[in-house]
C-alpha cells in the first residue's frame, strides 16, 4: 500500500467543475453583497429618496426686455414674372423683436408703411422662381433680414433690432390662367 498514489481528498473537494476554488468563489459572492449594502446605505443616508425636487424659476416673459415677441410686417401679394409667366406671392411677413425695442419697430412701421411694402415686394419681384419654391425659405429669409435690420435699424447697444424674419405664409399661383 506504500507504492498506491495518495490522493488528497480535500483539495479534490474545494474544486469545482470550471476548476476554480470554492473558496475563491465564497470571497467574491461576500465583496458583491457588501459593495450592494455599502451602496444602499449610501443612498438611504445621502438624499431620502426621490422626494420632492423643486427649483423656484422666477421668469416673466410679460416682463423681460430681452423676450423675444412678434411682430406682423406686411401681408400682402405680391407679383414675380420670373419665370415669363405671372405669379402672385400670397405673402405674410412678421419679425422677432426684443420687448424693449418694440416701442421703436412699432414707429417705424406706421411711418414707413408704403416703403415697406415697396422694399418686400421687390424683393419678392427680383426672387428667382427656386428661391421662393424652396422649402425651408432660407434665401428670401437671409434677403429679408438684411432689409429689416436695415430699415429698423440698430437699439442703444449696438445690436440689430430685428432678431429673426418669419414668414407664415408664402404661397405662389399663377396669375395668368
Known amino acids: 500500500m506504500a507504492d498506491e498514489p495518495t490522493t488528497d481528498t480535500a483539495a479534490a ?4 467543475a ?13 465583496i458583491m453583497v457588501l459593495e ?3 451602496v444602499g446605505a449610501f443612498l438611504l443616508l445621502s438624499g431620502g429618496g426621490a422626494g420632492e425636487a423643486s427649483a423656484a424659476v422666477e421668469y416673466d416673459p410679460e416682463t423681460d426686455p430681452d ?5 406682423q410686417v406686411i401681408a400682402d401679394r405680391f407679383q414675380n414674372m420670373h419665370t415669363g409667366r405671372v405669379w402672385q406671392w400670397d405673402t405674410e411677413l ?7 425695442n418694440e416701442a421703436a419697430v412699432q414707429k417705424t412701421l406706421e411711418g414707413r408703411t408704403a416703403e415697406i411694402a415697396s422694399g418686400v415686394g421687390e424683393i419678392i419681384r427680383k426672387a428667382t422662381h427656386t428661391q421662393l419654391r424652396e422649402p425651408e425659405l432660407r434665401s428670401i429669409k437671409r434677403k429679408l433680414l438684411a432689409y429689416c435690420q436695415e430699415l429698423f435699424g440698430t437699439d ?3 445690436q440689430p433690432r430685428v ?11 399663377p396669375a395668368d390662367f
Open 13 to 16: 473537494d474545494e474544486k469545482p
Open 18 to 30: 470550471g476548476g476554480m476554488p470554492k473558496k475563491l468563489l465564497a470571497i467574491v459572492a461576500g
Open 36 to 38: 450592494v449594502a455599502a
Open 67 to 71: 423676450a423675444l415677441i412678434e411682430m
Open 94 to 100: 412678421f419679425v422677432q423683436v426684443k420687448r424693449k
Open 156 to 158: 442703444a447697444e449696438g
Open 163 to 173: 432678431e429673426t424674419v418669419l414668414i407664415p405664409r408664402l404661397r405662389g399661383a
